[in-house]
């Protein structure tokens, strides 16, 4: 199987067995894939959700179930997590950034307004604007903002994913979260300051 070699980190074990015309495309696939599941906020990337072909020159994302919750709250991708260990950045490209500021909240309406709830549909787009925003002042998407964090339903109670926090102490988790630095926390300060910006400026793009 693919994890034969390291079966602590999937991803690199196979991007290590992608054969060499292949590695570049599936790399820059898996980067893309953690991408927009971040803007959807799904909470169920992992290896049994990614289908390769049986050469390994392909691999597509499935299984979409767990997508559009609120913020960054429950974020969880075993993808993102296995690149990080591995050094790997995960970086928003000049194509999709363009993709990204372009697409409007009355765009993401009409493409997924009938499936999912009003709010759900304005998170997402926020989700659009945080992305491109991390990309442009830090360079990449840095794992350590997406970190699984478990909240309640009014975001009042924090717990920390095991599988996404193994290598990190818990009072580490507390030391963020009293420094309003756990994935939601950040992700709302943002969204607050950004949507303050909009409705203060007339002249806004948004």
Not at 37 to 57: A, F, K, P, Q, V
């Given at each position: 199987g693919a994890g034969d070699?390291?079966?602590?980190n999937y991803t690199k074990t196979l991007l290590?067995?992608?054969?060499?015309?292949?590695?570049?495309?599936i790399r820059k696939k898996l980067n893309d894939m953690i991408i927009m599941?971040?803007?959807?906020?799904?909470?169920?990337?992992?290896?049994?959700?990614?289908?390769?072909?049986?050469?390994?020159?392909?691999v597509h994302a499935i299984d979409h179930g767990n997508a559009f919750g609120n913020g960054m709250s429950g974020v969880k991708n075993s993808v993102f997590r296995d690149m990080?260990?591995?050094?790997?950045?995960?970086?928003?490209?000049?194509?999709?950034?363009?993709?990204?500021?372009?697409?409007?909240l009355g765009h993401l309406k009409l493409a997924v307004g009938g499936h999912v709830e009003d709010w759900a549909v304005a998170q997402t787009f926020l989700r659009?604007?945080?992305?491109?925003?991390?990309?442009?002042?830090?360079?990449?998407?840095?794992?350590?903002?997406?970190r699984t964090v478990m909240t309640n339903l009014d975001n009042t109670a924090y717990q920390p994913d095991d599988t996404m926090w193994a290598n990190l102490p818990n009072e580490e988790f507390r030391h963020r979260q009293r420094n309003g630095?756990?994935?939601?926390?950040?992700?709302?300060?943002w969204a607050q300051d950004y949507l303050d910006q909009v409705t203060s400026n007339p002249d806004h793009p948004d």
């Open positions: 070699e390291d079966p602590s290590d067995k992608v054969p060499k015309e292949h590695k570049e495309k599941d971040l803007i959807m906020n799904n909470n169920d990337r992992h290896s049994g959700n990614l289908l390769i072909s049986n050469d390994l020159s392909d990080h260990a591995a050094n790997m950045k995960v970086t928003v490209d000049e194509d999709m950034m363009k993709r990204l500021k372009g697409t409007s659009t604007r945080y992305v491109a925003h991390l990309q442009e002042t830090e360079g990449e998407l840095d794992f350590e903002r997406f630095q756990l994935p939601e926390q950040l992700f709302e300060s």
